[in-house]
């Protein structure tokens, strides 16, 4: 071995052990300046005084990053000068002009914070922050990307850190009230709402207090619009109006307000209103004495409401013959409304026998063509009914009925009371005005609600949407809808009659039956360009025939390959679940450029893809796994479904059941090749039993591990290489005796026999293979604490170092090429070697005083001791590298390098952080030698807010092109999500698509395949 490249092994192990053997260090702090001009011919200020004098000469040349730089040299040479504080501005006021934000803020902070009592200019220095904060919160960013976009919350730190250090400057009421500004146009409105009452108490007499007030209203609004449930929400609210109207009585918002006070009033009447309708539908019985309180809530607490109305309509259904208590309640809301209610008095007596025929008297009564028209006191009567009114007016050919004013209606011992009603005295049918529900995620708005039993309404001339709002972008009219609460979680079922889907005011979609579990999402469409498969459209639909079946029904057309139709089934079992997915094509345009003759000869037009898997867990020790993929051609995934192409080139067929202990695991598996062009093993089946590492006498431990089966190697169509194929058995049995010396060194002595029977070898006969193994890992671990002091990484730092050694002589009786290759037990060949190395770990405490690795590194190699003359005694110089810089920020690597050779044989890295707004970035380098070297960016930026972005580049430098270059941006609407996207593939094939979802029920799977 070359002496450079031992010392370069060496080197490495020094400098991961250097600490553990170093003396910790306390940390020390001068006072005093210290600079070391590397330039022999630097000019150098023998003074303070002086040093400023040249750096302002600078300055005033115009040479500012020069400037700047002695400014710097000055605050190192001389920190605790006067100077040294208006030198400190003086690098912040050179940054600020240069317009480098970032670092213009951080040299003012420095100056607040080190040099407060020597600064002149404070107020400069606030109002350049300030503006500093104001450019941050307003500038745009990718404004390459529909003309950019701002980001007012990267401001707040800016703004917070200015009061922190200036809270009583003329101008911290305007930056408390920005504060709240950039939080509310982020969407986070409950940090909003902290900022205004911050505003509003704190700086009362400010003219931001009384904005303040109102923006905080206009935030609880949102928060209460979008939270209907929080109780607390509301009393917040109802708190902040009432402070607001008590401060600011004439405020021009004062009627905005006043209007919001009253949906607060609806709001937590119809809040106490669903609590009643909930007892209602808890059967067995119904719980009408629960309902009972929450509707008299209702009818006490907001009497002016229009929930009290229907909380009286429901009392009377539930108790019709209390009639007392509901002439009590009936007065508390007339009392309400300002209107002195009218005892109506007894009916007069009915003087027809007709059963169906209707009696009408009133005191001033008259008819407008076919309609009778009454006024005062008016009283109609029908066998098992009654209606008693201020006005009312009949059509006695249709059987309408129209009453307004102080209504009593008792129909079958029910009785209702309202201001408004139309009813229709044939088909004994009324309408109570319209209502609007809310059965998650759908809102629902109807002209006739009815409840046909405790867990069934049934809903007339209804339109379903799962937008907010009065004018949804995408909603649904049915001529009758029912909706069924079954307890279930795929929600309430619903089911609709002549259904028109829309888009705005243009239908697009119409059904004469639709019937469908609310939490479920129905269609999914993406459209684009690909550059292999033209314009494309691509659907989907989905159905739930049953609670544990899924039906996604694929139809995708493509303009240069033509129609694709696929049907998927998902289903779950008690214990289980299971997929099934089918796709065909007649494609029209099946090659691609690159493929070769052969590669041709395997494609047609007809081409298709079936796929079956299923997961049993039969018991906590025991599962059945199986996988099946049967392909028209080796391209077929490639060309429809890239990105499983991607994951999975070789697709796998076979069916596994195992069980497994704490003291062994036992499996049967097979392994079938269903398509002839992949190359695959074939078990039929494989027997293992395998006995985990256990205890015996005096200190020993033994673990087996065996296997029994016949396999055949099937080598793909275009693979020339015969097959081949023999039964196996091999068992591989070990002995540890794990000794413990001076309570720090471990050493573990092993023994091993395996033995191997093939019922047949590449020449031709059976034959029992010998394998005789002994061997000895040897390590220790030594620790010490390099700091408690907390950082970015954690609290303290601890470095364990652990060097190991592991010897092993292998001893076969069959060499390698005499054996039939099926996997690795068939390459096992005689060792005799020692591979060791060095492995460290830093490790921190962080949140709950969990322990992690700040730093895990591994450096090994091995040693040959039977090296022969031409070969090399020392392997190959391994390192495996993983950093936690914090729970955010990662680093992986690994690499192989050959001392011998000078270079590496593989290496691999990723870096990747996690941002507080889950943005995902990350960089990865992928090398190997003579065929790639490959690196990746990506980023997935702002995945929760409205706008959000994901980009992947990838490039090999060996071969000098682009792998993959792709931007995706996505959109939130109230209820709409959309998504662009932009790919180039290795070929510069250019694809791009569009996909709209409902925002209720998430984000779809991947649609667009072909990206």
């Not at 930056?175 to 902290?194: D, L």
């Not at 494309?536 to 049953?546: C, D, K, Q, S, V």
């Not at 214990?575 to 007649?586: A, R």
């Not at 700040?854 to 993983?882: H, K």
């Amino acid at each position: 071995m070359k002496i450079k490249q031992f010392a370069f092994f060496l080197a490495v192990s020094v400098l991961f052990s250097l600490t553990a053997s170093s003396e910790e260090l306390s940390y020390q702090e001068s006072a005093s300046g210290n600079y070391i001009y590397l330039n022999p011919f630097s000019h150098k200020p023998a003074t303070p005084s002086e040093h400023w004098a040249y750096a302002s000469a600078l300055r005033e040349q115009g040479k500012l990053r020069a400037a700047r730089k002695q400014f710097d040299v000055l605050l190192k040479r001389w920190p605790e000068s006067p100077e040294a504080a208006a030198a400190k501005q003086a690098v912040g006021d050179i940054y600020f002009e240069q317009g480098k934000d970032k670092e213009a803020f951080e040299a003012y902070e420095e100056l607040i914070q080190s040099y407060y009592t020597g600064l002149k200019k404070y107020d400069s220095v606030l109002e350049n922050q300030y503006a500093i904060a104001q450019r941050e919160m307003t500038r745009k960013r990718m404004k390459v990307l529909f003309g950019g976009y701002t980001a007012p919350e990267r401001a707040i730190p800016y703004l917070e850190s200015i009061l922190r250090n200036a809270p009583q400057w003329e101008r911290a009421p305007e930056m408390q009230f920005e504060i709240g500004e950039a939080y509310r146009r982020n969407g986070e409105y409950e940090m909003a709402v902290a900022s205004y009452t911050t505003v509003e108490y704190r700086y009362p007499d400010s003219p931001f207090a009384e904005q303040a007030a109102f923006q905080k209203i206009q935030s609880l609004k949102h928060l209460v619009a979008h939270t209907p449930y929080s109780v607390d929400l509301r009393e917040d609210a109802q708190l902040a109006v009432d402070v607001f109207s008590a401060n600011y009585p004439d405020s021009g918002h004062a009627s905005e307000v006043a209007s919001f006070a009253a949906d607060l009033v609806d709001r937590a009447a119809q809040k106490d209103f669903e609590i009643g309708e909930f007892y209602e539908r808890v059967p067995d019985p119904i719980k009408k004495e629960s309902a009972r309180i929450y509707y008299e809530k209702v009818i006490k607490e907001h009497a002016d409401s229009k929930y009290a109305e229907a909380a009286i309509e429901r009392l009377r259904v539930l108790f019709p013959a209390d009639e007392k208590r509901m002439a009590e309640i009936t007065t508390v809301v007339a009392a309400a409304a300002g209107v002195e209610r009218i005892d109506p008095g007894p009916l007069p007596d009915r003087l027809v026998e007709d059963a169906e025929a209707i009696e009408v008297t009133a005191d001033r009564m008259e008819y407008q063509g076919n309609v009778l028209v009454g006024e005062g006191h008016v009283a109609i009567q029908q066998e098992g009914a009654s209606l008693q009114a201020d006005h009312v007016s009949v059509n006695p050919d249709t059987g309408d009925i129209t009453a307004m004013g102080n209504i009593l209606m008792i129909r079958d011992g029910n009785r209702w009371e309202g201001q408004e009603l139309i009813y229709n005295f044939k088909t004994k049918q009324g309408d109570f005005g319209e209502s609007a529900m809310y059965f998650e995620p759908v809102y629902i708005t109807a002209e006739k609600t009815e409840r046909t039993a405790t867990n069934e309404f049934l809903m007339t001339n209804a339109r379903m949407t799962t937008c907010s709002g009065d004018q949804p972008l995408i909603y649904a009219k049915a001529r009758e809808i029912r909706i069924l609460d079954e307890n279930k979680a795929s929600g309430r079922l619903l089911k609709a009659k002549d259904v028109t889907f829309y888009v705005g005011k243009v239908p697009v979609f119409y059904t004469p039956v639709w019937q469908r579990h609310l939490g479920y999402r129905i269609f999914t469409y993406s459209v684009g360009y690909g550059g292999r498969v033209g314009l494309f459209i691509m659907g989907r639909a989905e159905l739930h025939p049953t609670e544990w079946l899924v039906s996604n029904t694929h139809l995708d057309l493509y303009s240069a390959r033509g129609i694709g139709i696929g049907q998927d089934f998902n289903w779950t079992t008690p214990n289980g679940k299971g997929h099934f997915q089918s796709y065909y094509i007649n494609d029209s345009d099946p090659f691609d450029d690159d493929n070769t003759a052969a590669e041709q000869a395997l494609i047609d037009s007809q081409r298709y893809r079936l796929r079956v898997d299923h997961r049993e867990q039969i018991n906590d020790e025991t599962y059945f796994q199986t996988e099946f993929n049967y392909l028209s051609d080796p391209a077929v995934l490639e060309d429809f479904f890239n990105e499983e192409f991607s994951r999975n080139a070789n697709p796998e067929n076979y069916a596994v059941v195992q069980h497994a202990t704490d003291d062994y695991a036992a499996s049967l598996r097979v392994d079938r090749r269903l398509n002839d062009f992949y190359t695959s093993l074939n078990r039929s089946p494989e027997l293992s039993f395998d006995w985990y590492r256990a205890a015996l006498d005096k200190g020993a431990f033994f673990q087996s591990d065996n296997s029994l089966g016949f396999y055949e190697m099937l080598n793909g169509t275009t693979n020339s290489v015969s097959d081949y194929s023999s039964g196996r058995f091999d068992s591989y049995n070990q002995l540890f005796f794990p000794i413990r010396v001076k309570e720090f060194f471990n050493v573990i002595p092993r023994a091993a026999y395996r033995g191997t029977w093939y019922s047949d070898t590449p020449s031709g006969s059976p034959e029992y293979r010998n394998i005789f193994e002994v061997g000895t890992l040897a390590s220790f671990k030594a620790h010490k604490v390099l700091t408690e002091k907390s950082g970015f990484y954690g609290d303290g730092l601890r470095h364990i170092i652990e060097p190991y050694a592991d010897y092993l002589y292998r001893d076969s009786s069959i060499a390698t090429n005499l054996l039939h290759q099926f996997d690795e037990i068939d390459a096992l060949d005689n060792r005799n070697e020692i591979r060791f190395g060095l492995r460290n770990f830093i490790q921190t405490k962080r949140g709950a005083k969990r322990i992690v690795n700040f730093l895990d590194a591994d450096v090994y190699t091995s040693y040959r001791l039977d090296y022969s003359e031409d070969g090399n005694p020392f392997g190959p110089l391994g390192a495996d590298l993983q950093m936690s810089l914090s729970d955010r920020f990662r680093i992986q690597s690994d690499l192989e390098y050959d001392m011998y050779a000078g270079k590496f044989n593989d290496y691999n890295a990723r870096l990747s952080y996690t941002s507080a707004d889950q943005s995902q970035y990350a960089v990865s380098y992928r090398y190997l030698d003579g065929s790639r070297s490959l690196i990746s960016t990506s980023a997935e930026l702002f995945p929760n807010d409205d706008w959000s972005y994901n980009f992947l580049v990838r490039y090999d430098s060996t071969w000098q092109e682009w792998r993959e270059r792709r931007v995706m941006v996505n959109h939130r609407f109230d209820c709409v999500g959309m998504g662009v996207g932009v790919k180039f593939d290795e070929d510069d094939e250019l694809s791009l698509w569009f996909q709209l979802w409902l925002t209720a029920f998430g984000k779809p799977d991947n649609m667009g395949r072909i990206r």
